[in-house]
């Protein structure tokens, strides 16, 4: 597939698993974003898509944490502490089976929710986010543990961590080959690298298709598979588990989800989904989480 005339700030891109060589087979259209899978090995990815300067743009605005735009953004992020302490608690148990708290690095931290998480599970545990804005935010809590950058060019040294985390974060990724070489320079020998990220064979995508809610464009780039992922981790990593993910949400922020309704309703619709936001439930979003060691 070929675009031509892309405007400045978007860009088209390849398969990181296979280079630019085989064809782009259009799965969506969003037009100026299109969706499209890797006719070789089937990964699912968004070309073309914004330059990497203009997304981390858009994760440095305070506005993309209390977005009005339906599907962008973390809307009510901060306003449901509760649910994602008790989702990376339901994660930390999945890597239990496999490690003994040690140090652990959050990447993509937002603002700390993980780290409370893993601190209470016996974690010594440190974030790393690219927005100034929610970096503020978690430092008020967190202090010097927590770093405003990317870990491509993070200062932390070598085979520091027994645990790094990507958790709802590896989708966000636009160089995943360097990216998963710079947390292999920071995780010792043997740690573990876990991910949950959004799975396109997952039942819950494959009935949505193109209403899926995991198709939160511009921020998501790439959408892995259980073999896709297998394939990026092929060299210096073993994968030991990957099983499906969910979080635990409001029912009203999966109804306003679910219709891509605004986060600013009026009228009756705030009325009934206020009332729903009292009520939590572990949901499958259609994601997986997956462990892998580092050889």
Same mark, same amino acid.
């Given at each position: 597939m070929t675009f031509t005339r892309i405007p400045e700030n978007l860009e088209s891109t390849s398969c990181p698993i296979c280079g630019p060589d085989p064809a782009q087979d259009l799965r969506y259209d969003f037009a100026p974003y299109r969706v499209v899978s890797c006719s070789r090995c089937s990964l699912v990815f968004l070309s073309p898509r914004l330059t990497e300067s203009a997304i981390l743009k858009l994760y440095s605005d305070e506005d993309y944490y209390v977005s009005e735009v339906s599907g962008q953004g973390y809307d009510e992020y901060l306003e449901v502490r509760h649910n994602? $302490? +008790?989702?990376?608690? +339901?994660?930390? %148990?999945? *890597?239990?089976?496999?490690?003994?708290? /040690? +140090?652990?690095?959050?990447?993509?931290?937002?603002?700390?929710?993980?780290? %409370?998480?893993?601190?209470? =599970?016996?974690?010594?545990?440190f974030g790393l986010d690219p927005s100034e804005? #929610?970096?503020?935010?978690?430092?008020?809590?967190?202090?010097? +543990?927590?770093?405003?950058?990317? #870990?491509?060019?993070?200062?932390?040294?070598?085979d520091h961590f027994d645990l790094v985390v990507a958790f709802d974060t590896f989708e966000h990724i636009y160089h995943p080959l360097e990216w998963l070489s710079a947390v292999r320079r920071v995780l010792r020998p043997g740690g573990l690298l876990a991910i949950t990220t959004p799975d396109p064979t997952s039942l819950l995508a494959k009935i949505s298709r193109? @209403?899926?809610?995991?198709?939160?464009?511009?921020?998501? *780039?790439?959408?892995?598979?259980?073999?896709?992922?297998?394939?990026?981790?092929? %060299?210096?990593?073993? $994968?030991?588990?990957?099983?499906?993910?969910?979080?635990?949400? &409001?029912? /009203?922020?999966?109804l306003r989800r679910l219709f891509r309704l605004p986060s600013n309703? =009026?009228? #009756? $619709?705030?009325?009934?989904?206020?009332?729903?936001?009292?009520?939590?439930?572990? &949901?499958?979003?259609? &994601?997986?989480? $997956?462990?892998? =060691?580092? @050889?």
């Open positions: 994602w $302490v +008790r989702t990376f608690t +339901r994660r930390l %148990e999945q *890597v239990a089976k496999f490690q003994k708290p /040690g +140090r652990a690095l959050d990447i993509g931290c937002g603002p700390g929710f993980f780290l %409370e998480a893993a601190q209470s =599970r016996g974690y010594d545990a804005y #929610i970096v503020k935010v978690a430092r008020e809590k967190f202090g010097d +543990r927590i770093q405003l950058g990317l #870990i491509e060019s993070a200062d932390y040294p070598a193109k @209403k899926w809610v995991s198709f939160k464009l511009p921020e998501h *780039v790439f959408y892995w598979s259980p073999s896709t992922i297998r394939q990026i981790l092929a %060299e210096g990593w073993e $994968v030991l588990e990957i099983r499906p993910a969910g979080q635990y949400a &409001s029912l /009203g922020f999966l309703p =009026r009228g #009756i $619709v705030k009325w009934k989904l206020d009332l729903l936001k009292k009520f939590s439930v572990y &949901s499958d979003n259609g &994601s997986m989480t $997956v462990i892998a =060691r580092k @050889k």
